[in-house]
């Protein structure tokens, strides 16, 4: 989110200075190179370079020097207590109030709990007190929705813009996006602490509506409703919509799990009953299950020495990250019952192999064809990568025989699976097709 920002603030014609405190990384970035797979990214990196809008250090200082606003973008990773780790803002805030000079405005972009803006303006203002500092900082809240592999669009493009903070203070984060606000993306002005909830709350609905149709889709499973049917019919109500309704795994990825887990932990501390955030997390890991139950299912529990192939290790399409991926659910799972995996990602084959370590029962395969190359007595489709959806079924058929495939993304039409003649095919809440079905 940092990285994409910067890079669209220096399009809209700023000076950006990026900080960051991984050496490397700066290194790379100077370079031109992209340390991540984000749709876009590498070309406006290399072109905002170019142009000297954007530079970046690992000096802090020169940051501080030389903007008039301080934008953070730091992680704010959940704690094993499911609250938001936030010592990097805080380690971050403080530097910034020992090197301040000058009133300064911070505005934080990184998914913080509602009240963390209070916070650190208290904090950041008593250190300035404590050094006999005349100045005054004000901090700004400016959540960002931005989805991971449609970032830039989505920064260019946005729905919203949400400001939250003092309306006498806000003006000059108010200027930063006047060029897209001409273009006609709407601002949105509130108090600090209804834009911090408002992004928690953005997530959790998203996540709800997820959560909520893979949970119709359990009962769809168990008695042989079609999910396609179901959804079309639902999204046909234009109150509900077709968004965030597609079945699959569960969710994952850097957002959604952790700050749905953090909203119910801050409602727990504010004593309201978090009896729906938690079960929007409860189904989620229920469903992470999905795969593991139907080759359970299918193999009558008898998983240990089977060799398993694995298309898809991304949290989603259009990404390399795996943080909460299924797969990885997935993954731990089958090394637990005893089976060798053939596994393949066009992208994130190195963060999931830097996660999972080396693992003998392990094969990283070159190519979606090499996973099927050696026998495997299953399928699983973890991720939707238009690789697989596009993959020919007739080879399909021919390399699995009579293995099942567990498409956890749906990615192929049940009729055209029909056509095909594959052997046994699962999907989400769809009925079971192939041999299966004649049983
Ligand atoms: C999300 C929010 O959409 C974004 O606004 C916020 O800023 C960051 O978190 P992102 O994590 O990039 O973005 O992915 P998103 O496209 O929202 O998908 C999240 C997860 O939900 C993925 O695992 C995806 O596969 C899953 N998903 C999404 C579904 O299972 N069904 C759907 O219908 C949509």
């Not at 990602?345 to 080396?358: E, F, H, I, K, Q």
Request: negative net charge.
């Amino acid at each position: 989110m940092g990285l994409v920002s910067a890079a669209c603030l220096a399009k809209l014609g700023h000076q950006v200075v990026c900080v960051d405190i991984n050496e490397q990384r700066i290194a790379t970035l100077m370079q031109g190179e992209c340390p991540i797979h984000e749709k876009e990214l590498p070309q406006l990196l290399k072109e905002q370079l170019e142009s000297g809008h954007l530079l970046f250090t690992t000096n802090l200082l020169d940051a501080i020097e030389h903007a008039t606003i301080q934008m953070i973008t730091v992680g704010t990773p959940g704690l094993p207590d499911d609250q938001a780790d936030l010592s990097q803002i805080f380690a971050l805030t403080t530097q910034i109030a020992q090197h301040a000079d000058r009133d300064m405005l911070v505005v934080i972009k990184s998914t913080v709990p509602v009240g963390t803006g209070h916070d650190i303006e208290k904090h950041m203002n008593d250190a300035l007190l404590r050094t006999d500092k005349p100045h005054r900082i004000d901090v700004i809240s400016n959540p960002e929705f931005l989805c991971e592999g449609n970032a830039i669009h989505d920064f260019l493009h946005a729905d919203r813009i949400i400001i939250g903070g003092d309306l006498q203070r806000i003006t000059p984060i108010i200027a930063v996006y006047q060029t897209l606000v001409d273009r006609g993306v709407p601002i949105q002005c509130m108090s600090r602490v209804s834009a911090e909830l408002t992004k928690y709350a953005a997530n959790a609905m998203l996540a709800c509506k997820i959560s909520f149709i893979n949970q119709i889709s359990q009962i769809a499973d168990k008695i042989g409703a079609n999910m396609d049917e179901v959804q079309a019919g639902m999204s046909s109500d234009h109150r509900i919509g077709s968004h965030f309704l597609q079945v699959g795994m569960g969710y994952g990825g850097s957002c959604f799990p952790k700050d749905v887990r953090a909203l119910a932990k801050k409602a727990k501390v504010l004593q309201v009953d978090s009896c729906l955030l938690d079960a929007i997390n409860n189904v989620n890991n229920l469903q992470k299950k999905w795969a593991i139950d139907r080759l359970l299912q299918h193999f009558k529990n008898q998983l240990q020495g089977l060799t398993i192939g694995i298309w898809g290790l991304a949290f989603k399409p259009g990404t390399d990250d795996i943080r909460e991926a299924s797969s990885i659910v997935v993954m731990n799972a089958l090394l637990q019952y005893g089976t060798q995996l053939r596994v393949y990602d066009p992208v994130a084959m190195s963060n999931a192999r830097l996660c999972l370590g080396d693992n003998h029962a392990i094969t990283w395969c070159d190519s979606a064809d090499d996973v099927l190359f050696d026998h495997v007595d299953a399928l699983v489709i973890d991720t939707a990568w238009d690789l697989f959806k596009n993959y020919s079924l007739d080879r399909l058929r021919e390399e699995l025989g009579m293995a099942p495939i567990m498409d956890g993304c749906n990615c192929f039409d049940l009729s055209e699976i029909r056509q095909a003649g594959i052997g046994y095919y699962y999907s989400v809440g769809r009925p079971i097709e192939g041999v299966v079905a004649e049983l």
